[in-house]
């Protein structure tokens, strides 16, 4: 059975599509196996193995990978709980992608520093790990009137959520949505829920990328969409 985490991650990330051409991009300029780090209930994974592409998922969070699964009755993809901060494969892959800004995530350098020695383990000679972040600081959607509310109905319960402030601490920019939950019957539930992005720049990832051994190789970026800011891509050679 779908759990609300997936609902919730599939309402708040699901149908963002703006970045599918920069992975079709790269994954047709680098062969061999893909890993796709944070890769929740399989947005990308799912679309690349659709293409012939042997794909493993890794997340943290097992309701995804689950999710995943359920959309995948061939049994295409290979999913992996583990942190991205600490994880181990047995094989290495032509491209890593690190999608939506879940190197944003990984709790600021130290947690970067041991995700890109790991990643640098699982990339192949010559493969290319990329990473794709945005500065959120700098959402002129923020300005305006928030985004509609992304809602579903599942087996007679409306989940609707929707992003309605950013806020800033010390290095981080949080994004904060309400989420709720209609029914069964009149019943309403309403959840706060922020995520907290560090920031971090194009130039500041590439060097710490570098001190973890991998090469700086070209930049590509995602444009705006009505809901989301613009991101780059920034792109190592292992
Ligand atoms: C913004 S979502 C991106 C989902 C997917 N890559 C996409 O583009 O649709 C971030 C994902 O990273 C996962 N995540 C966050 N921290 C993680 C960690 N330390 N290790 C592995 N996955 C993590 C979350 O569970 C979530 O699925």
Redesign the pocket.
């Known amino acids: 059975m779908t759990t609300h985490s997936a609902i919730w991650?599939q309402l708040e990330?699901g149908s963002?599509d703006v970045d599918l051409d920069c992975w079709l991009g790269l994954a047709a300029d680098y062969g061999g196996p893909i890993l796709?780090?944070?890769?929740?209930t399989g947005?990308?994974a799912l679309m690349l193995a659709d293409r012939g592409r042997e794909v493993t998922a890794?997340?943290?969070?097992q309701e995804?990978l689950t999710a995943l699964a359920a959309h995948d009755s061939d049994g295409r993809v290979t999913t992996l709980c583990a942190?991205?901060?600490d994880f181990d494969l047995p094989q290495q892959f032509g491209l890593i992608i690190v999608?939506?800004?879940?190197v944003q995530?990984?709790g600021g350098e130290e947690g970067r520093m041991s995700f890109f020695g790991r990643a640098r383990k699982a990339l192949s000679p010559g493969g290319c790990l990329a990473l794709a972040i945005a500065d959120l600081s700098d959402d002129s959607a923020a300005d305006g009137a928030p985004a509609a509310p992304d809602s579903l109905q599942l087996a007679g319960i409306q989940f609707s959520t929707q992003a309605v402030a950013l806020h800033e601490r010390d290095q981080q920019i949080g994004i904060e949505r309400r989420r709720e939950i209609h029914g069964p019957g009149r019943s309403v539930q309403v959840l706060a829920a922020t995520d907290w992005i560090d920031a971090v720049s194009a130039t500041t990832l590439e060097a710490e990328g570098a001190t973890a051994g991998l090469s700086v190789t070209a930049r590509r970026q995602i444009p705006d969409s009505e809901d989301y800011v613009g991101s780059t891509v920034v792109c190592f050679n292992g």
């Open positions: 991650h990330c963002y796709d780090i944070g890769a929740g947005r990308l890794l997340d943290n969070d995804l942190d991205a901060r999608a939506m800004l879940t995530l990984l």
